[in-house]
């Protein structure tokens, strides 16, 4: 027999590759890293928490994503126009989505920059 017989061959590369496909499945995400600010962050009296739940926290007031316009409108009375940065921060569960509206909703009230606060470097929590 003069032929080349890659059945063989092709059995083992198909079951790597099925291998590979369920351990790619099972392993875990890495986490996130920690950022590092190279630039100097402005003070800003608008802060959004947003937790592992959603739920939203404009200033002191627990709001809903429905009620977050209004929210972001008394800010906005509050402080005369004063402000035009937001500084939210989320926890890494919170959904990407829910992050979206609340900016959306703020910058219908004419906040128009954003900061993403994390974790400070070397703070415990």
């Not at 190279?38 to 926290?57: E, M, R, W």
């Not at 906005?76 to 989320?90: E, M, P, R, S």
């Not at 990407?96 to 974790?119: C, H, P, R």
Request: hydrophobic residues 45%.
């Amino acid at each position: 027999m003069s032929t080349i017989n890659i059945t063989p061959f092709t059995d083992v590369l198909l079951v790597l590759l099925i291998i590979f496909i369920i351990l790619a499945a099972v392993t875990k995400e890495p986490p996130l890293p920690l950022a590092h600010n190279k630039q100097k962050v402005f003070p800003s009296q608008i802060l959004v928490f947003v937790d592992g739940k959603n739920n939203i926290t404009i200033g002191s007031n627990v709001v809903t994503i429905q009620d977050a316009k209004a929210a972001f409108a008394d800010l906005q009375a509050n402080t005369g126009g004063h402000f035009k940065t937001v500084i939210i921060k989320a926890d890494p569960k919170s959904s990407y989505g829910t992050i979206l509206q609340v900016m959306d909703a703020a910058k219908s009230q004419n906040l128009t920059e954003f900061g993403l606060a994390n974790k400070p470097e070397g703070s415990k929590t």
